[in-house]
């Protein structure tokens, strides 16, 4: 087909698409040969490196484990575990009465009920008080079998009212667990009472690591600063530099030009954030702790991670360019910019949301996305907390200060969409702003 | 050239277009006036624009490639407003002022993308750049970085990208400053060679010998307004019956003078020099022209001729005279 046959508006497109690439192309080449590019990159890399040093000490270092139940002990000094007595009717006070079988190491009794909590059961009620709620059953969840065997003497002494069904849920030694007001979830007594304090510290470590970093290192910081230093002088440096004067002097709107030189800083940024992601989710993956040789089901929270950030970057972006646009003194006000964003960050993190004021800033939609995508993947984040806040385990006051549950959508997905949106549109409002500015800009 | 108070009007008359018009056109930074109610109309040729620093040379660029909005008055290329629509850059190659260039490209690489930027593909775009790179001289080392360019060859450059959509108007702000003498030859024979091409040009310095050497078409701008427009050459004679002096170098100054004292249009001598001679004349035209024979007569050596007078200062002066 001959030029002059094309139809116009495939014509116009193609040399709008030659200009949209050949403007990114040239941003992008631009902050190839940009020293400051490099260097922020590499601090990035560097910083990177370092939190995942402190990663790799935790997950490859041991804890002292602790019996919880404080089964283990030989009290009385017959070589038998208070476990071993009580599960043969021995008195473990009774250096005389002990088992008629070989004593098992005292360390079989520590760690020996770990938490069993998942979705994954069958559905029943529970009533308290007379009040029916309903939620899902899991059963078969008491591992070292105290509670089962109720003849125990102590067990017996302890358990008290509502006997192997304390959490009244007409399941003897089940776990109760109600998604009614929030997470709500209720083993019955001599259920899960001794959890494995290593797995417990390496799980909640690993997630407290991927969410801090995630919210802190990715969304937050990666998210001021990439901008800070790659976006705030994307016009401004050319009308600094006066080399603006080639690149506009073309039959090209000026809003579009600022689009694609917008489209340059995305691509640059986007990449460099994919490709860390990626490797900290390989690494962490692999180290990590898991059933599996490599923990799949962290992929979605690192994509969440990546999504998130890829947004900040591009709504701060967008803000700090058009800062550069409207003063010389872009960079300043991209910096208060940035320590507002930083107290909004601050109190999103102590009040998950609660801070009504936090709603105005970037860091607080980014830090939402990756809420909701923690919660839905990790659905017992707040069970796990909850327990290791009352057993006191190591881990549980990491993971609880990084961990966040969504407050604005009714669902994980409602917020994931709600965030998008206000971030996208946050992004379009500042980018018209901007563009219109620079439309109206003159050029000395 | 066509100039008209009225430069709509006379256009409508014509019925053309002028590539470029500006009609009471005027242009202020705060209380600072750039450009005082300027109005002209250039269609064709290679037109200069001379003007001493600060006289609104390159205000009057800067509006017509859209990069400043007029604060009073209408712009024109070829009849659309620069300011707000951008269509008419498709025509137009700008080559501005200023040195800065991206020196972390090659030269090749910068036209390139300069043609692609007027939505060229990048083939075509590679062809272009080849071409009029060959076209300015630089076809050696256009894959050199531009940071490791000479000044001429930079300007060059910057002229290369302004010709790489095939503009039917070239605008080139003080291309021959601060080039040397080869450089500035070969700059001046390319926009003369563009405006034998059939495109309109206007080149803008404030040093009269170079516009001299590439047109004869001229507009002066002094003090943000319009001074003169039209023919060199007419200015030029008009200068010449203007008291004038002519420098020459000399062994023996005071009997030179007594000779040129004989001459007609001669009415002073003066030495500022133990080597020099300086005559002052109302006929600078008539004394060139009988100086040869007055120095063969002589047979005085005479190792230098200098017309300092022949200057855009004095033009200006001469100029604001009438006012």
């Given at each position: 087909m001959s030029d002059s046959s094309r139809p116009l508006s495939k014509s116009v497109w193609s040399k709008i698409d030659v200009k949209s690439w050949a403007i990114t192309e040239f941003t992008l080449r631009q902050y190839q040969t940009r020293k400051s590019t490099w260097a922020i990159g590499m601090i990035g890399i560097l910083l990177v490196t370092l939190v995942l040093l402190f990663y790799v000490k935790g997950q490859t270092s041991e804890i002292d484990s602790i019996?919880?139940?404080?089964?283990?002990?030989d009290w009385d000094g017959d070589g038998y575990s208070i476990a071993q007595e009580l599960q043969y009717g021995?008195?473990?006070?009774?250096?005389?009465?002990?088992?008629?079988v070989t004593a098992l190491p005292l360390?079989?009794?520590?760690?020996?009920?770990?938490f069993s909590y998942s979705m994954n059961g069958e559905k029943c009620q529970r009533n308290v008080y007379g009040i029916v709620s309903e939620g899902v059953c899991q059963i078969?969840?008491?591992?070292?079998?105290d509670c089962e065997r109720l003849g125990w003497v102590l067990q017996n002494q302890l358990i008290g009212?509502?006997?192997?069904?304390s959490n009244y849920d007409?399941?003897?030694c089940s776990v109760f667990i109600s998604t009614a007001n929030g997470l709500n979830v209720i083993p019955d007594?001599?259920?899960?009472?001794?959890?494995?304090d290593n797995l417990y510290f390496h799980e909640t470590v690993h997630r407290a690591f991927v969410l801090g970093f995630g919210k802190i290192?990715?969304?937050?910081l990666m998210g001021i600063f990439l901008p800070l230093f790659l976006?705030?002088?994307?016009?401004r440096d050319e009308m600094e530099s006066e080399t603006l004067h080639y690149l506009i002097g073309?039959?090209?709107?000026r809003g579009e030009f600022y689009a694609y030189r917008l489209g340059g800083y995305f691509v640059m940024t986007w990449f460099y954030l994919a490709t860390l992601v990626f490797i900290i989710n390989l690494i962490t993956g692999f180290?990590?702790?898991?059933?599996?040789?490599?923990?799949?089901?962290d992929i979605q929270i690192w994509a969440s991670i990546l999504f998130a950030t890829c947004l900040m970057v591009m709504a701060y972006g967008t803000i700090f360019s058009t800062f550069g646009i409207f003063t010389k003194y872009g960079m300043l006000a991209s910096i208060f910019f940035g320590v507002w964003e930083f107290m909004m960050a601050m109190l999103t993190l102590i009040g998950t949301g609660s801070f009504?004021?936090?709603?105005?800033?970037?860091v607080f939609w980014g830090m939402q996305i990756i809420d909701s995508v923690s919660t839905y993947t990790w659905s017992d984040s707040a069970y796990l907390i909850q327990k290791g806040n009352y057993y006191d385990l190591e881990g549980s006051e990491a993971y609880e200060a990084f961990y966040g549950v969504p407050s604005?959508?009714?669902?994980p997905l409602t917020t994931l969409f709600i965030s998008t949106v206000i971030l996208i549109g946050i992004t379009a409002v500042v980018f018209f702003i901007g563009q219109s500015a620079f439309k109206r800009k003159e050029l000395r | 050239m066509n100039s008209n108070d009225i430069p709509e009007k006379k256009a409508a008359e014509t019925n053309v277009v002028p590539a470029l018009m500006l009609d009471h056109v005027s242009k202020w930074y705060g209380n600072i006036v750039?450009?005082?109610?300027v109005s002209i109309a250039i269609n064709g040729g290679v037109t200069g624009l001379l003007g001493m620093n600060g006289a609104g040379k390159s205000t009057l660029f800067k509006l017509i490639v859209g990069k400043l909005k007029p604060s009073q008055g209408t712009v024109r290329l070829f009849g659309i407003d620069p300011w707000k629509n951008k269509s008419p850059f498709s025509r137009i190659g700008y080559v501005p002022?200023?040195?800065?260039?991206?020196?972390?490209?090659?030269a090749f690489e910068f036209v390139t993308i300069m043609a692609r930027l007027f939505g060229h593909s990048r083939d075509d775009a590679e062809e272009r750049a080849k071409h009029v790179l060959t076209f300015v001289g630089l076809d050696d080392v256009m894959?050199?970085?531009?940071?490791?360019?000479?000044k001429g060859m930079r300007q060059r450059a910057k002229i290369a990208q302004a010709l790489v959509n095939d503009p039917d108007l070239i605008i080139l702000d003080e291309?021959?400053?601060?080039?040397?003498p080869l450089a500035r030859t070969t700059i001046m024979n390319v926009i003369r060679e563009l405006g034998s091409m059939g495109k309109t040009i206007v080149v803008s310095s404030h040093i009269l010998s170079e516009i001299e050497r590439i047109t004869e078409q001229i507009v002066i701008l002094h003090n943000g307004r319009l001074l003169a427009l039209g023919n060199l050459h007419a200015i030029r004679d008009l200068l010449d019956k203007h008291p004038h002096r002519i420098s020459l170098t000399t062994t023996q100054p005071r009997e030179l003078a007594s000779k040129f004292l004989k001459?007609?249009?001669?009415y002073g001598v003066h030495f500022?020099?133990?080597n020099e001679l300086l005559i002052e004349t109302h006929d600078l035209g008539k004394v060139h022209k009988d100086m040869p024979l007055i120095l063969d007569n002589s047979g005085i050596r005479v190792t230098g001729i200098e017309?300092?007078?022949?200057n855009l200062e004095s033009i200006l002066e001469y100029l604001m005279e009438g006012r």
């Open positions: 019996d919880q139940d404080g089964d283990s002990y021995t008195n473990p006070d009774d250096p005389t009465d002990f088992p008629n360390s079989n009794w520590i760690d020996e009920d770990d078969n969840v008491d591992d070292d079998g009212q509502g006997g192997k069904d007409n399941i003897d007594k001599f259920v899960d009472e001794d959890p494995d290192g990715f969304a937050f976006a705030t002088g994307l016009i073309k039959p090209i709107a180290i990590g702790p898991s059933d599996s040789f490599f923990r799949f089901g009504f004021i936090t709603r105005m800033s970037i604005i959508g009714s669902t | 750039g450009l005082n109610d002022e200023h040195e800065k260039l991206y020196d972390w490209m090659t894959h050199k970085e531009l940071g490791k360019y000479s291309p021959l400053q601060g080039c040397d001459h007609e249009s001669v500022p020099a133990e017309n300092p007078d022949d």
